[in-house]
């Protein structure tokens, strides 16, 4: 059985900074508390992790993952990226961001993303400059082929193209990019004084990342992760992966199931498909403390931190941290519902 090593910040650090990295993001993001949400939910105080605030062409929580990743595609020698994602992705859209950011070309294959109006990060997009294939429904149920097709014609012309879905490093760079943010957070909560921390967020590779740094470093940080999407099993998506983020750290601990609770209850109908619960949270959140969260992560993951809040879910003696993890543009794709939402009085 392995001991676990306590690692200080800068001993965890020293394991970080064996991956060759670039500055892309504003860091640290901010950390403020939410007085008036707490004050209208009259639970446990409640906090907020600014992701959204890392910059690169309206911010999120990705940032922190191209600090590695355009290095390493960089150094293997690769000179395009292809990329397959949904219309309205955020990780599409800071992609595009990174690649121009070391100057590579982009290639975008969007699922689902024929006729749509060309708004929130589908606009983004085409400002960027990323090399746009909207795909139908029907060519979306081969995407992989198709942008399969589309690299082995880059390889024929003579390019080294980097299809990110054919690649492990992609998959747990996330993680890295947070055990670096659990490094930055540990700092500002002990500068905060909190105690009893319970963080909240999308469960994913984010959390995953803080969760790992917290048990490295010997904190006692409890989790709740907020599923978004039932196409994207967490098996697959996160905790096939726990042994591959302790290889590349070289960490005597990664993350396991238990380590987080998962609400799954908040999704919906589905991915991109907002709910009235969702709605209601943005409102509320912009309507308190001035955030604006988006209707596919954010919304839903303060959605749950409302509803459990509500239902006794975190204990009043907890400090609740809220991790804003971006996708602003996703706002606007929304509009026509947002604005016509009638809050419950």
């Not at 990295?21 to 901010?30: C, E, G, S, V």
């Not at 409640?46 to 355009?70: S, V």
């Not at 010997?218 to 998506?237: A, H, I, M, R």
């Amino acid at each position: 059985m392995t001991t676990t090593q306590i690692l200080t910040p800068a001993q965890l650090q020293e394991h970080i900074d064996r991956l060759p990295r670039m500055d892309i993001a504003h860091l640290p993001t901010p950390f403020e508390e939410m007085p008036r949400l707490t004050e209208r939910l009259g639970g446990p105080k409640i906090w907020i992790k600014r992701e959204d605030m890392t910059g690169l062409a309206f911010g999120g929580n990705k940032a922190r993952h191209y600090e590695f990743e355009m290095p390493h595609v960089q150094n293997e020698g690769y000179d395009v990226m292809i990329n397959i994602m949904d219309y309205h992705s955020n990780n599409a859209r800071m992609t595009a961001a990174a690649a121009n950011k070391i100057g590579m070309r982009y290639i975008l294959v969007l699922k689902n993303a024929a006729n749509r109006n060309v708004q929130g990060n589908l606009l983004i997009n085409k400002i960027l400059g990323a090399e746009l294939h909207l795909l139908d429904e029907y060519q979306s149920g081969d995407a992989g082929g198709y942008a399969t097709r589309l690299k082995e014609e880059l390889e024929a012309e003579g390019h080294k193209p980097y299809l990110i879905q054919d690649h492990l490093f992609p998959r747990i760079v996330g993680m890295v990019g947070f055990v670096q943010a659990g490094i930055e957070m540990r700092e500002q909560i002990e500068d905060a004084n909190l105690k009893n921390v319970h963080i909240i967020g999308v469960a994913g590779r984010s959390l995953c990342g803080l969760i790992i740094a917290a048990k490295v470093m010997g904190l006692d940080w409890k989790f709740t992760g907020v599923t978004v999407n039932y196409d994207v099993p967490l098996e697959e998506y996160v905790f096939d992966h726990n042994k591959d983020i302790q290889e590349i750290l070289d960490l005597t601990v990664t993350f396991e199931k238990s380590d987080m609770r998962v609400l799954d209850q908040y999704i919906g109908e589905g991915y991109g498909v907002m709910t009235s619960e969702v709605a209601e949270a943005i409102h509320i959140a912009a309507q308190t403390d001035a955030i604006i969260l988006d209707p596919n992560y954010t919304g839903t993951t303060m959605a749950a931190l409302i509803d459990q809040v509500e239902q006794g879910g975190f204990d009043n003696d907890e400090t609740v941290i809220f991790i804003h993890t971006g996708g602003l543009p996703a706002v606007f794709t929304f509009a026509e519902q947002l604005a016509n939402f009638k809050q419950q009085s």
